[in-house]
């Protein structure tokens, strides 16, 4: 099992593989989210207390669960490049940040352009708000560090460290941040409980959950192959294909 | 493996070496306390003088001041030993490499916290704090600014390479520092209120504990990483 | 079953319209930035190794032809 996982961190076996698996999901993707976007906007019934508003959810719940799992996972990839030198793990580790970043960004904007009908403002110091924040300040963070380093090996490393020290730092962030706004805010501010969501309505949300999953993934895959050709430019099968692209 | 000196000899040399340079080059340890200074008069002039406001805005705003004075002289923690080659020596040397950070990052507390936590109560008395909430201050200052030398350590070490690792190390290790500043700030209005804040304290003394044992690790991977 | 009665009905999304498109509006042109970036980005990086091969080719060539030179 070990031998046959190892020779896939071949970077030219890595990257046909990727290669392969890149259109299956690239549609696997697309389906979903289609669907499940087009069943909420259209087919989902409307919420009694915040009317059509809500339909945003369909998005931004998506989003903002995925940008936490885009973390992780990118301190997992960058924890096995660090601990057991596997190059092919710090090119994932890269290629996720910037993707974690837009969708963060994405979770916050629509959060906000939710919270304006509902609350009143587009931003309140909520707990959810602000650790969602601070996700956001820890993906840059990476993307800055892997950035300004000219020797990518290194740059992997240094972004590695950081990137677990912040999956450390995550959860302490959230439960402080939990904690500091219950203080503070009157319990006035609720998004609707998912528990009491309808069948009609969950349907489409875990379809959209599941389908920005793969769509990250795909993107994923997308950037890794490029990381992969990038790193390896010295390599005949890369010189090969680059010659190739040119004659095109 | 011969080590030559024992774990403590190691760590109080480093330690003594650290305070002395920073005792013949004072400048090290003034300008952050005095940058610190600045930053909390300068606060009453922008928000006003009414002192209800300030007494409501006082511990955000020493405690707002202590993260960015402690992010100022950081930046020097490994910059001189980098350029001059002595931080490769340390590398090198047969003693464990947390322990020497350890050493260096307690150092630089001694230099930079200490002072800071001497000078706050003074700068409260400015601010209008609630006259019960200076042993909360002192006590939060006490337990957080250790966190924030050893956090902030990470950062330094792994830009300590690069030619502008400035306004990179405030991006990186500002959002480390929210849970310390979310619960020192609100242990000082809990006091304020007359209310017990030892759970508060409780917690900043666990974050401590955590980043003591994990920090100095982070740290030593990091100048590893930086001094390749 | 379709919640709306008309297209111009949907549109509407019951009052909310500017806040519910600008929410999918942003997030699918920004998700549609990301995916053009990455997919143009492979390319690019073929392209600038194809330029070093090149480069490389040609100093290669006058270094031949000025060891011809001076025999």
Same mark, same amino acid.
């Given at each position: 099992m070990w031998k046959w996982l190892n020779s896939y961190a071949d970077p030219e076996r890595s990257y046909n593989l990727a290669g392969k698996l890149l259109p299956w999901l690239a549609c696997l993707a697309i389906a979903l989210i289609g669907v499940g976007t087009t069943w909420g906007l259209l087919f989902a019934p409307t919420d009694y207390q915040q009317g059509e508003s809500y339909r945003i959810i369909f998005i931004h719940v998506p989003a903002a669960s995925m940008s936490m799992m885009a973390y992780v996972s990118m301190a997992i990839a960058s924890f096995i490049g660090l601990v057991w030198q596997i190059k092919a793990a710090d090119w994932a580790a890269a290629s996720i940040a910037p993707i974690g970043a837009v969708i963060t960004f994405i979770a916050l904007v629509t959060g906000s352009t939710w919270g304006k009908p509902m609350w009143g403002t587009w931003w309140v110091w909520d707990a959810r708000l602000t650790s969602e924040l601070v996700l956001l300040f820890l993906y840059l963070g990476v993307i800055a560090l892997y950035a300004s380093f000219e020797d990518k090996v290194l740059a992997a490393r240094a972004a590695g460290i950081l990137a677990i020290v912040g999956v450390i730092n995550v959860p302490i962030i959230k439960y402080s941040v939990d904690w500091w706004s219950s203080l503070h805010q009157p319990a006035t501010i609720k998004i609707t409980e998912k528990s009491s969501m309808p069948m009609e309505m969950l349907m489409p949300l875990l379809i959209n959950i599941f389908g920005f999953g793969v769509m990250i993934a795909t993107i994923t895959l997308v950037r890794y192959r490029t990381e992969v050709l990038a790193r390896n430019g010295m390599r005949p099968w890369v010189r090969a294909l680059a010659t190739k692209e040119v004659a095109k | 493996m011969n080590r030559g000196i024992s774990y403590t000899r190691a760590f109080t040399t480093l330690f003594m070496r650290d305070i002395k340079i920073a005792i013949r080059h004072r400048g090290d340890i003034f300008n952050p306390l005095l940058f610190f200074i600045m930053v909390v008069t300068l606060f009453p002039l922008g928000v006003g003088p009414e002192p209800q406001v300030l007494s409501r805005v006082a511990p955000g705003i020493i405690w707002v001041a202590a993260l960015l004075a402690s992010m100022l002289s950081l930046e020097r923690l490994f910059k001189a030993d980098y350029n001059d080659g002595t931080l490769e020596q340390m590398l090198l040397s047969p003693q464990p490499l947390p322990l020497l950070v350890l050493a260096k990052v307690l150092a630089h507390w001694v230099l930079t916290g200490v002072p800071l936590i001497l000078v706050a109560p003074l700068l409260a008395v400015l601010l209008n704090?609630? %006259?019960? %909430?200076y042993g909360a201050l002192m006590a939060t200052l006490a337990l957080g600014t250790p966190v924030l030398s050893l956090l902030g350590a990470i950062g330094v070490a792994l830009t300590v390479g690069l030619r502008k690792g400035g306004v990179l190390l405030s991006l990186l290790i500002l959002p480390l520092y929210i849970p310390v500043l979310i619960f020192a700030t609100s242990a000082i209005d809990a006091s304020g209120m007359n209310l017990p804040y030892t759970p508060h304290l409780a917690i900043i003394g666990a974050i401590l504990a955590g980043s003591l044992i994990l920090a100095p690790i982070a740290i030593g991977a990091s100048l590893r990483v930086s001094t390749n | 079953m379709i919640q709306f009665d008309s297209i111009s009905d949907f549109f509407h999304m019951g009052g909310y319209a500017f806040y519910v498109w600008l929410a999918y509006g942003i997030t699918f042109s920004s998700l549609a930035i990301l995916i053009v970036m990455s997919a143009r980005s492979k390319r690019k990086i073929l392209v600038e190794i194809a330029g070093k091969i090149a480069r490389e080719a040609r100093l290669k060539e006058s270094r031949g032809i000025n060891s011809e030179s001076k025999t």
């Open positions: - | 704090l609630e %006259s019960n %909430s | -």
